[in-house]
């Protein structure tokens, strides 16, 4: 009984956390750029970015999974010699409840395009300006478990052990219909080589999702008024089964420093606000070469109020490779059995030459 406590408390807090519209968060954010800022869209050195990150959590009350894809390339220049414009897709799934009959789905797709401004005639120095457009499509699938039931909101949650009341899907059927609403978001960087010869590099940016507030409805119902939850996020009266999705900022910065032949050190910070909760995430990372073209990567990282964070990664030609393992240090570590988070990701970029043209030259034979 107490593991169905856990996985009905779990289900209720991941509804809870979709109704007041957090958002996800990864540890490796720098691997999921085009999530991270849509001024990231075509801000690389080649043809065609492709790339993946799988984030894997609290399987010990029944799983959270967060698979991501994007793809992004420059495509044509911009409106001076120097500029250029990059256009790219991305998609974030999410899903609550990996291993048993109770998932709470959420799936976000959006196109993104960004308009990079060369400040001089050697691209050191580039302003980015991005935006993007999407759908979110999120809903509650119970398979062959039941909903109405008593939920027990367990100590170790937040709660007090008690029966806490009952708990309905927000349509007859049983399961939450599939229900959607688009996103508009922004987000502007500024790109800075600090020393040409060593690849010396800075980074920072900011981006702010949901600009356009679109309205979320409810999936959850308490079918009692003596739920002893805060009526006012779960939706309980007509006029609350809507609320307007507030606005999500992300803040980034990185540098990339050579400290000798073989080292490079490459601290970051990334900050993330949604919904009065935020939180900033700092790592170290330092980068080896073993061979040319092969680097590898090691770090150690902070997110404040929440998890210590090691990192690995693996740089070869056109490939880049990295896994990372969040050590919960907040009260949930019991509830999880002190079972961490960890994120693999990998991307690959593409280089496209074109063929020269070469004009024919007659030589003349008295030459």
Not at 108 to 132: C, E, I, K, M, P
Request: proline residues 4%; glycine residues 10%.
């Amino acid at each position: 009984m107490r593991s169905s406590h856990y996985l009905l408390a779990f289900l209720f807090f991941c509804c809870s956390l979709a109704v007041r519209s957090q958002d996800n968060h990864f540890t490796l954010h720098d691997y999921n750029p085009l999530w991270l800022n849509p001024a990231q869209t075509g801000a690389y050195s080649g043809s065609l970015r492709v790339g993946g990150i799988y984030r894997g959590q609290w399987y010990t009350l029944n799983g959270l999974s967060t698979p991501s894809a994007y793809v992004d390339a420059p495509v044509i220049k911009g409106l001076r010699k120097y500029d250029w414009i990059g256009v790219g897709a991305n998609l974030v799934s999410d899903k609550a409840g990996t291993t048993g009959d109770l998932g709470l789905k959420s799936t976000f797709f959006g196109f993104s395009a960004a308009y990079h401004l060369a400040l001089d005639d050697n691209r050191r120095n580039v302003f980015t300006l991005g935006a993007q457009y999407g759908s979110t499509t999120y809903s509650l699938d119970v398979g062959s478990a039941t909903l109405s039931q008593q939920l027990t909101i367990d100590p170790s949650l937040g709660g007090g052990g008690q029966t806490q009341g009952e708990l309905k899907p927000s349509n007859a059927e049983g399961s939450g219909s599939d229900k959607s609403y688009n996103d508009i978001n922004a987000g502007v960087m500024l790109r800075s080589v600090l020393d040409p010869k060593k690849s010396n590099l800075l980074e920072v940016g900011v981006s702010v999702l949901h600009l356009n507030g679109p309205k979320r409805g409810t999936l959850l119902t308490p079918s009692t008024d003596t739920l002893a939850v805060d009526t006012t996020t779960l939706g309980t009266r007509a006029g609350d089964n809507e609320r307007r999705r507030r606005s999500t900022l992300h803040g980034h910065a990185r540098l990339d420093l050579e400290l000798s032949e073989k080292w490079r050190f490459q601290p970051s910070l990334f900050v993330q606000s949604s919904s009065s909760v935020t939180s900033a995430s700092v790592q170290a990372w330092g980068s080896r070469a073993l061979k040319p073209n092969l680097n590898l990567r090691l770090g150690l990282g902070y997110r404040t109020g929440d998890a210590a964070q090691v990192l690995i990664g693996l740089d070869y030609e056109q490939i880049r490779a990295a896994l990372s393992y969040d050590i919960t240090l907040s009260q949930s570590r019991t509830v999880t059995n002190y079972q961490g988070a960890f994120e693999l990701s990998a991307q690959y970029i593409f280089n496209i030459y074109k063929k020269p043209t070469v004009v024919p030259a007659m030589l003349c034979p008295r030459i």
